[in-house]
């Protein structure tokens, strides 16, 4: 069976949890999109790992872990990240593929995100500054430096020249000191003697693996809201987390996917700025931030934290065809007295299913919500039968609006806190 984990809201789902559970029935785990904007969070008794770039498969010791050409790829953060495994004993060799088609995120993507956002004042987007705006601009203009271009030193520093060279125009106007080529393709050519044994064409690789009827997982970054076409743009980042980007940033067509599972959490968090209708700034909100750990796996920002919002997980169901939900963190709301969920919004004393395309009519909408009683307790369950019988009046109705089935249910952050149902 060859499944799509896609995060249902804005990021932070708890993808990271539910990939790593998946990847048992998995033989292959790929991710198709974003980069080390990234964190998926995966704990194993008491070891806590932080994945950015590499699939969260890869604490399985014998699965095969892609990195499809859809992803950008920062070398530096991909070695840490390698040598954060390695020091806890996991070992990535022979089983992480890197597609060479994949884009490489420069050293000036990374400044010029930091650049930009600061030069936005208080219109900024709130980007996690790796460079990945950056990096898909140049992808999308044709002037990339990709990871095949690593494999011949020659090319590697034609490329990094011919970018240096437009890009140190920009460096004046923005007032930033110019970058030196000569210096990037040495550090570079340095990543690429490490990169080379990883590199591979995964387009062939993967449908190879499809045609001999192997068993893959693929692995959303970001969440649906998130997506640069269907999401809340300009508050959004710059690759496809839904469906589509799973084709296009792997190279597997269509026929591909029996089945796609979104991932919710049983509230919403935001992290950046944008629109967020059930967003709580009082103290409820701060409740819920601190009981749930919502500050970022990449950057350690606090994440602003609301009520579910079921108009947003619908729309994203609806854009990837989710046919089974995760729910994540029901525990976080554990002994809080009454639990919202937002059905609907009020724009202009109309209501209102469906979030505007234009910013500025999704930031005048006011949640409307349905109010459920709270529970006691739903951490350390570890079957639905034993969950109190207001926390699955609030999954029914979450299945009924959705008209898609809840299958899991996670109940805290250890890979066996799970309910599957
Ligand atoms: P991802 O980006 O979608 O993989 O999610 P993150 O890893 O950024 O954030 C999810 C956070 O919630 C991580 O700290 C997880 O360890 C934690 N987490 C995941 N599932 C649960 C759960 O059911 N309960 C609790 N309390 N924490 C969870
Ligand atoms: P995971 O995979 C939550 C947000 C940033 C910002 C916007 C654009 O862990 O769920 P970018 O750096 O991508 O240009 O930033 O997108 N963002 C995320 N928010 N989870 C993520 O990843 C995110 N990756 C990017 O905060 O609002
Ligand atoms: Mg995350």
Redesign the pocket.
């Known amino acids: 069976m060859n499944r799509l984990v896609v995060?249902a809201q804005?990021?932070?789902?708890g993808?990271g949890k539910i990939v790593d559970i998946l990847t048992h029935d998995a033989d292959v785990v790929v991710r198709y999109q974003?980069g080390s904007?990234?964190?998926?969070t995966v704990c194993i008794g008491d070891e806590t790992f932080i994945l950015h770039l590499i699939p969260s498969g890869i604490l399985h010791k014998d699965k095969i872990c892609v990195i499809g050409n859809g992803v950008v790829i920062d070398p530096k953060s991909f070695l840490e990240e390698k040598k954060m495994l390695e020091d806890l004993g996991i070992d990535i060799n022979e089983r992480l593929l890197i597609s060479e088609k994949a884009h490489l995120v420069m050293p000036y993507h990374r400044e010029f995100d930091a650049v930009k956002e600061n030069s936005l004042g208080d219109e900024k987007?709130?980007?996690?500054?790796?460079g990945?705006?950056p990096c898909y601009v140049d992808k999308h203009a044709r002037t990339g430096v990709r990871i095949c271009d690593m494999l011949d030193d020659d090319i590697l520093k034609r490329k990094i020249e011919t970018n240096v060279e437009e890009i140190n125009k920009l460096c004046d106007a923005y007032g930033m000191e110019k970058f030196d080529a000569g210096k990037i393709f040495e550090e570079y050519r340095q990543y690429a003697k490490e990169i080379k044994p990883y590199i591979r064409n995964t387009v062939y690789y993967l449908n190879g693996v499809f045609k001999n009827k192997k068993n893959i997982l693929l692995e959303g970054?970001?969440?649906s809201l998130?997506d640069v076409d269907f999401g809340t743009y300009p508050?959004?980042?710059?690759s496809n987390p839904t469906v589509g980007g799973a084709f296009s940033g792997t190279g597997l067509p269509y026929t591909v996917l029996d089945s796609v599972m979104g991932v919710m959490k049983a509230y919403t968090t935001r992290?950046?700025?944008?629109p967020f209708p059930s967003e709580l700034l009082d103290d409820m909100g701060e409740t819920i931030r601190q009981k749930g750990g919502e500050f970022g796996?990449?950057t350690g920002r606090p994440r602003r934290c609301g009520w579910l919002d079921l108009v947003v997980v619908k729309y994203a169901a609806m854009l990837s065809g989710m046919d089974s939900i995760a729910m994540t963190k029901i525990d976080v709301l554990d002994g809080i007295d009454e639990i919202k969920v937002c059905t609907s919004y009020e724009y202009e004393g109309r209501k209102i299913g469906f979030i505007p395309s234009q910013l500025e009519e999704f930031a005048k909408c006011k949640p409307i919500y349905k109010t459920f009683k709270g529970w006691e307790r739903t951490s350390d369950m570890y079957s639905y039968n034993e969950l109190p019988d207001s926390a699955k009046q609030y999954i029914d109705f979450i299945e009924k609006f959705l008209g898609i089935p809840v299958k899991m249910i996670s109940t805290g952050a250890k890979r066996d806190e799970v309910i599957v149902k």
Do not use: P
Request: aromatic share 6%; charged share 15%; glycine share 28%.
């Open positions: 995060g804005w990021g932070d789902e993808k974003g904007n990234a964190g998926h987007i709130g980007t996690t500054k790796r990945i705006g970054a970001q969440g998130l508050y959004v980042t710059s992290v950046g700025n944008g796996a990449t």
